[in-house]
């Protein structure tokens, strides 16, 4: 943990900042006169693997799906 106060922090923000994403710190506390006010912490990722593959065997896509294609062409004048 460390405590900064809030002139140090306008002044070293940059490396603060980088001190939370190498991991140095995982919270750094912003002072004033001496007493902890705030923190700063890295945002999470949010993985986009939890996304994709979600719905994963939860219905099945029909064998003729693209077949519609034509016929939903076919509605509109042959122009999609």
């Known amino acids: 943990m460390t405590q900064v106060n809030m002139l140090e922090a306008k002044t070293e923000l940059s490396k ?12 750094i506390y912003l002072a004033r006169n001496g007493r902890a006010v705030a923190q700063l912490t890295l945002i999470p990722k949010k993985s986009a693997a939890n996304r ?9 896509v029909p064998n003729e799906f693209d077949a519609w ?3 939903v062409e076919e509605m509109f004048g042959g122009e999609l």
């Open 69 to 71: 294609d034509k016929e």
């Open 16 to 27: 603060l900042v980088k001190m939370l994403e190498t991991r140095q710190e995982e919270v």
């Open 52 to 60: 994709i593959g979600v719905a994963e065997g939860k219905f099945k």
